[in-house]
């Protein structure tokens, strides 16, 4: 079988780590006063702010997915409400249909592809941001062993990969469907998870038949 990659320093079983970015976490002030829920969009979002200011676990947390969840609860937050998307974009449409006259706080990265801030111009909801953490390109101590197969998990994974390394003799899988966008600027045979999280990415990349 081939290996395969995730391009991150999380551990997965069955894949080995080549990480082509890295997480900065920051160190802003963050108040918590006037604010009725948080918003998360990763698991470095919640990591961020628990380095920051534990007050984040009295209030309660909208997650964009399972494993988002899963870290706000391991770091004794609290759970409003999880997203049946993935997608940033279709996370701040599912919350505007439910919630109207709130104060939400978007603990986010530097750089996102989605335009949450636009979608809750369009409510009666207030959105804050706080900027938490940045991702910042990483070449990797190991060399990549080909042929294998590379597991994509978000738009700053293509792009830093392809800093370092060329897309030949790989087997392309994206989380979803803007990281299979960008990918399709170098490969193409992209296969993608009906449910975008690495795990499915993992049990599908175990699947292929060779």
Do not use: H
């Given at each position: 079988?081939?290996?395969?990659?995730?391009?991150?320093?999380?551990?997965?079983?069955?894949?080995?780590?080549?990480?082509?970015?890295?997480?900065?976490?920051?160190?802003p002030s963050i108040s918590f006063e006037g604010i009725d829920y948080l918003i998360f969009t990763s698991k470095n979002g919640?990591?961020?702010?628990?380095?920051?200011?534990?007050?984040?676990?009295?209030?309660?947390?909208?997650?964009?997915?399972?494993?988002?969840?899963?870290?706000?609860?391991?770091?004794?937050?609290?759970?409003?409400?999880?997203?049946?998307?993935?997608?940033?974009?279709?996370?701040?449409?599912?919350?505007?249909?439910?919630?109207?006259?709130?104060?939400?706080?978007?603990?986010?990265?530097?750089?996102?592809?989605?335009?949450?801030?636009?979608?809750?111009?369009?409510?009666?909801?207030?959105?804050?941001?706080?900027?938490?953490?940045?991702?910042?390109?990483?070449?990797?101590?190991?060399?990549?062993?080909?042929?294998?197969?590379?597991?994509?998990?978000?738009?700053?994974?293509?792009?830093?990969?392809?800093?370092?390394?060329?897309?030949?003799?790989?087997?392309?899988?994206?989380?979803?469907?803007?990281?299979?966008?960008?990918?399709?600027?170098?490969?193409?045979?992209?296969?993608?998870?009906?449910?975008?999280?690495?795990?499915?990415?993992?049990?599908?990349?175990?699947?292929?038949?060779?």
């Amino acid at each position: 079988m081939k290996p395969i990659y995730v391009l991150t320093n999380e551990k997965y079983e069955d894949a080995l780590n080549y990480p082509v970015i890295k997480i900065n976490f920051l160190s802003p002030s963050i108040s918590f006063e006037g604010i009725d829920y948080l918003i998360f969009t990763s698991k470095n979002g919640v990591r961020a702010v628990d380095k920051i200011n534990k007050e984040w676990q009295k209030i309660p947390s909208f997650a964009i997915g399972k494993a988002t969840a899963k870290e706000i609860k391991k770091l004794g937050g609290k759970i409003e409400f999880i997203s049946k998307s993935a997608y940033g974009d279709e996370f701040a449409k599912e919350i505007i249909q439910k919630y109207q006259n709130k104060t939400f706080l978007f603990l986010r990265a530097k750089k996102i592809i989605s335009p949450i801030s636009e979608i809750f111009k369009n409510s009666s909801n207030i959105l804050k941001e706080i900027i938490v953490y940045e991702t910042s390109c990483n070449e990797p101590n190991e060399k990549l062993i080909k042929p294998s197969i590379v597991i994509f998990s978000s738009p700053s994974t293509v792009e830093c990969f392809a800093k370092i390394n060329d897309f030949e003799n790989i087997i392309p899988i994206a989380i979803g469907k803007k990281t299979k966008n960008i990918l399709s600027n170098y490969i193409n045979n992209i296969l993608i998870p009906k449910t975008p999280s690495i795990k499915e990415c993992i049990n599908l990349a175990k699947n292929i038949k060779l």
